[in-house]
C-alpha cells in the first residue's frame, strides 16, 4: 500500500538523505496495481523488479497532461507554494526546467536526468 503524502512531511523529508528522498520519490509513484508494476525481471536473482510512473520525454503535446500528473503526485509538499511559476519542458529526450519566484527566473537544463532524479530536482529547488 502507498503511503499518503501531507503537507507536515517536508519537515521530515529535509532530514532524510539524497537517497531516501529518491526511494521516497520511487515509493509516491510506484504502480498501484500488481501487473502495471511488472516491467522485467532480474535475470541474475530471478526477481521481478518494481517500477513506478515516468515523465514521457518526447516532448509531444499529448503527453503534457501525463507528465503533470506526475508532478502533481507532490503538490501536497508545497512544490507549487514557493514560485510563481513552475513548468517543466521536455523535447527528444532532454527536459528543461522553468521556475519563477518574486524576481527570481531561472531555467534549469534536466538532460540526462530520469524521473526520480528530475522530481528530486525540483524538490530542492522548492521545499527542501
Same mark, same amino acid.
Not at 513506478?52 to 518526447?58: A, D, G, K, L
Given at each position: 500500500m502507498k503511503r499518503i503524502v501531507k503537507s507536515t512531511d517536508v519537515e521530515w523529508l529535509k532530514v532524510l538523505t539524497e537517497e531516501e528522498v529518491k526511494n521516497y520519490i520511487r515509493e509516491a509513484l510506484s504502480f498501484d496495481d500488481v501487473l502495471d508494476q511488472l516491467r522485467h525481471v532480474e535475470h541474475d536473482s530471478n526477481l521481478l523488479k518494481k517500477e513506478?510512473?515516468?515523465?514521457?520525454?518526447?516532448g509531444?503535446?499529448?503527453?503534457i497532461l501525463h507528465n503533470f500528473n506526475i508532478l502533481n503526485t507532490f503538490i501536497e509538499l508545497g512544490i507549487y507554494d514557493h514560485v510563481d511559476y513552475l513548468y517543466l519542458k521536455f523535447y527528444k529526450g532532454i527536459g528543461?526546467? +522553468?521556475?519563477?519566484? %518574486? =524576481?527570481? +527566473?531561472?531555467?534549469? %537544463? =534536466?538532460?540526462?536526468?530520469?524521473t526520480t532524479e528530475i522530481i528530486y530536482r525540483i524538490l530542492k529547488l522548492t521545499v527542501l
Open positions: 513506478h510512473r515516468r515523465f514521457n520525454m518526447t509531444f503535446h499529448e503527453t528543461i526546467l +522553468y521556475l519563477k519566484s %518574486d =524576481l527570481d +527566473y531561472t531555467e534549469v %537544463d =534536466l538532460g540526462g536526468y530520469g
